[in-house]
């Protein structure tokens, strides 16, 4: 893939329970807590900023925001607003699918042909996704991809609900 001067830093994500999220992210998916940042005025509200660091470098900071409340459903599929890691085989994704058992969290697996994938919710609703094989890191441009989002969106042109 042509080298492009962004990379990815972090990810940052509201959560509305911060102590059931420091244990969920700490102890179910065993991320190490790398830094936390907090102060009384973000939006006009004391916040605390979690940061967890993922086996990529990258973080993940989780963000409380005291008294903030879930967005209501949007009626939306729960999973098109996902977040997906990678394990580097079945074996280990198998261990991911015991480690999740046995904390009690359900899981849903769906098979996308060339990955495998568990999808998962931590305790703010937030999906989460564990796949494998992880994606190439040298993905090459797909020359009939734009082709394709032009076709959908000539299909959609003009009606309210765009079809899948």
């Keep these: 893939m042509p080298d ?37 005025d973000w939006g006009g509200r004391p916040w605390l900023m979690m940061f967890f ?41 198998e261990k991911w699918k015991q480690r999740l058992q046995q904390h009690g969290v359900p899981f849903t697996e769906e098979d996308h042909g060339a990955q495998h994938s568990l999808y998962f919710s931590d305790p703010n609703g937030i999906v989460l996704e564990v796949t494998t094989p992880p994606s190439t890191a040298q993905l090459q441009p797909d020359a009939h991809a734009a082709q394709r989002v032009q076709r959908w969106l000539a299909r959609c042109a003009g009606s309210a609900a765009p079809a899948g």
């Design 53 to 93: 660091g993922t086996g990529a470098g990258q973080l993940l900071a989780l963000c409380a925001l005291h008294g903030a409340q879930p967005p209501r459903p949007d009626g939306l599929p729960s999973d098109v607003r996902h977040y997906a890691f990678s394990v580097a085989s079945a074996a280990e994704q």
């Design 4 to 40: 492009t001067p962004l990379r990815f830093d972090h990810l940052a994500v509201p959560v509305y329970d911060a102590a059931r999220t420091l244990q969920f992210y700490s102890e179910v998916l065993q991320l190490p807590l790398v830094d936390a940042l907090s102060g009384d």
